[in-house]
């Protein structure tokens, strides 16, 4: 590993010039390229402390051994010499989108006399013009068979083409009226280029003026009583709508725009894209992408994904609108680049509200389906799952591979209704007939450290006391199955690893519960979320696992799942309190209507939208009494917030007040003994 000194450029030496940079390592190679408006500005920052760089810039200053540099006029100007470089060197460092499958796009030659509409994949030529790309190859061919009776365009190949040319007659699609058979000659060479302009306009959205178009000859051709000509284009306008079905709008006012929406995690980031045209979505695409620059932003992830996106590109290939999830710094230096390749102005915006914001919120959706579902193949993998044990065995030098992992996290709103949850990863896999959830009773306030502390100590208790009703003279494994049920005792399994969520205090608390319950060969980490390091018991350095890790992945996922599992329970308990409070504000109301009202709506928000009917409608309620909760419930909303968020959707928002989250308090309350995690599948129970 180098020492950042040993190539820091001398003082005064880097301009203060926008410009491109690049790290070499000691071979040559070069590892990552950035660009700056201000390169002594950016250079300057990697060769402070090492220490408070980012654990990814960290590696990546000590495995270069030169920095160059590249002045360039303006910021447009880096932006493209920064691509013409990652292209070109392909560096290790820089973060790479790549398809997790190759999709179908559409293709029209139009540098071929007689252009050919094609279905392929692949990269993108000169001189082709490219609609798409679409999920499903079927789909887009089943699309191409409805138009081609429309718009009769070449379909075939450069041999079937040369093949009829020669024997003077056309092939199958020319007989059946789904091409205009220019190999014959019956269609000049100008009438099918008309044709494919037709075709294509089509595609990229001009539906509207060629419907108008062709219901006006219809209508012409009926009144010149030519009746035949006026039921073929009749046929022809169901097989546009047939085809335009496939298609809803999205968007009222026929923009033109594409749709970028990200997903990240601290190791990846999905990104998902919607292309939009006419108003309505002609294709799709995702990415995959290592985030091997840790200190990137999610401007900084929109800015290179377009730089990498629409590089190439020129003309109607980039849309007049794009929209993004954040603005990037750069926002005007990428503007002015797009408009030079399309030849005319391009705008990048963050949809606010109405059907844009709506469309974004539905992309961002499938950006975080492509990265749940690339996880979920990660971690499906035998083989995989099996190397992060082994990494993790390793990294915190443990006897054995931790086959049973246990993650706890604890969730409070400002110090009330403080929870936590448990998780149990058992193979790499969650088991979640094992989840548990605790209600902390014995911490005052927001006090995570001690919070930890009384639920290891919960539990633990619990593996000592199952423990001690074994039978000593019996097979070990055999005790681990309660004999009256045939079920395993839920507690008697002690965990390979304890992980907690949270730095040196969390797993300090962590081991001294432990230690004062005589396990103290239980082995205890924590993952502090700021840069993923792994904290051992005593130990003033952290375990950098490295960010392609396996092992790092899997204590993520553990750490996430308890995070997820924790907040649900929060969640779950505040708004049953919510309603509950307001419940209590109206008098005559006893205890079982009032859980019949909780069992009913089940939220408090959902409660404020009840009208009085409905509210009179439940079984012990009267009209009188269906007002007074009305109106306890309407005046609590508007004394909680008479404007802002309140005035517009009738509730107060609920801020976490630790990580800045608005809390929805639109979660059902359980009913029976059935929990909101069961119903969604973790059957966890609540440790009282």
């Known amino acids: 590993m180098a020492d950042p000194s040993s190539y820091r450029p001398a003082p005064g030496s880097i301009p203060d010039s926008p410009g491109v940079y690049r790290f070499s390592d000691s071979a040559g190679r070069v590892i990552y390229v950035g660009k700056a408006k201000n390169l002594r500005a950016r250079l300057s920052s990697y060769f402070q402390d090492v220490v408070n760089l980012h654990p990814r810039t960290q590696a990546m200053v000590t495995t270069a051994a ?51 509409v094609m279905v392929g994949r692949g990269q993108k030529k000169k001189g082709v013009r490219y609609f798409g790309p679409y999920s499903h190859a079927w789909a887009i061919r089943e699309t191409v068979d409805l138009l081609l009776r429309v718009f009769p365009m070449r379909s075939c190949s450069k041999g079937v083409f040369n093949r009829h040319r020669q024997i003077g007659r056309p ?29 294509a306009a089509f595609l990229s959205g001009q539906t509207a003026t060629y419907v108008r178009r062709l219901e006006k000859e219809m209508k012409a051709a009926a009144a010149e009583l030519e009746y035949e000509r006026a039921a073929k284009i009749r046929d022809d306008l169901a097989a546009l709508e047939k085809a335009l079905a496939k298609n809803a709008v999205v968007l009222g006012d026929g923009t033109d725009t594409d749709v970028i929406a990200l997903s990240e995690d601290p190791l990846e980031v999905a990104v998902q894209i919607f292309y939009v045209r006419g108003g309505r979505i002609r294709g799709e695409r995702g990415w995959i992408a290592d985030k091997a620059d840790g200190t990137a932003t999610t401007g900084d992830l929109v800015s290179r994904f377009i730089q990498q996106t629409y590089a190439g590109d020129s003309g109607d290939a980039i849309p007049r609108e794009i929209l993004v999830p954040t603005e990037p710094e750069d926002t005007d230096a990428l503007t002015e680049w797009l408009s030079e390749l399309r030849g005319s102005k391009v705008f990048i915006r963050v949809p606010q509200r109405g059907d844009k914001k709506a469309l974004m919120e539905t992309v961002e959706r499938n950006a975080l389906q492509t990265l749940t579902m690339h996880k979920t193949k990660r971690a499906s993998d035998l083989t995989t799952r099996n190397q992060a044990l082994e990494e993790i065995q390793a990294g915190l030098d443990l006897p054995e591979a931790p086959l049973r992992l246990e993650c706890y996290d604890v969730s409070n709103l400002q110090g009330t209704e403080v929870v936590a949850s448990m998780v149990v990863f058992e193979d790499g896999l969650p088991r979640k007939s094992e989840y548990r959830r605790f209600v902390i009773k014995g911490v005052d306030g927001q006090n995570d450290v001690a919070s930890i502390a009384e639920v290891l100590t919960r539990r ?24 009256e049920t045939g079920r395993a005792r839920k507690f008697s399994y002690a965990p390979g690893l304890v992980v907690v969520d949270g730095g040196p205090p969390q797993v300090a608390a962590a081991r001294q519960a432990l230690d004062e319950l005589g396990l103290g060969d239980i082995p205890v980490c ?67 209507r009032r859980k019949t009202l909780l069992k009913h709506f089940g939220s408090l928000k959902k409660l404020r939208q009840a009208t009085i009917d409905e509210v009179a409608a439940l079984p012990g309620f009267g009209r009188r009494t269906a007002e007074s909760v009305v109106l306890a419930v309407n005046a609590a909303a508007t004394l909680s917030n008479p404007g802002g968020l309140e005035a517009e959707t009738g509730r107060a928002p609920a801020v976490n007040m630790a990580t800045g989250e608005i809390l929805d308090d639109d979660v059902p309350a359980p009913a029976g003994q059935r929990s909101v995690e069961a119903a969604d599948g973790d059957p966890g129970r609540t440790e009282n």
Not at 71 to 82: G, R
Not at 461 to 479: F, G, I, S, V, Y
Request: hydrophobic share 35%; glycine share 4%; proline share 5%.
């Open 171 to 199: 092939c199958l699609l020319g007989y059946i009226g789904k091409c205009a058979a220019p190999c014959t000659g019956q269609v000049s060479q100008d009438e099918h280029r008309k044709i494919v302009d037709d075709f």
């Open 460 to 483: 633990f208790k619990r593996l000592l006391d199952e423990r001690a009703t074994l039978q000593d003279d019996e097979d070990p494994a055999a005790n681990l199955i309660d004999p």
């Open 66 to 116: 030169k920095v160059e540099w590249t002045v360039v006029a303006s910021e447009v100007e880096s932006l493209q010499l920064e691509y013409s470089w990652i292209k070109e060197y392909d560096p290790r460092f820089n973060v790479k989108y790549r398809d997790d499958k190759s999709y179908p796009w559409l293709a029209i030659t139009l540098n071929e006399d007689y252009p050919r």
């Open 526 to 592: 924590g993952l502090a979320k700021r840069l993923e390091e792994v904290w051992l018991p005593d130990e003033e350095d952290p375990v950098i696992f490295s960010r392609t890790s396996e092992g790092l992945y899997l204590l993520q996922r553990l750490r996430d799942e308890a995070h997820r599992f924790a907040i649900t329970h929060h969640r779950n308990r505040r708004s049953k309190s919510m309603v509950e409070s307001v419940l209590d504000e109206v008098s005559g109301l006893g205890e079982v």
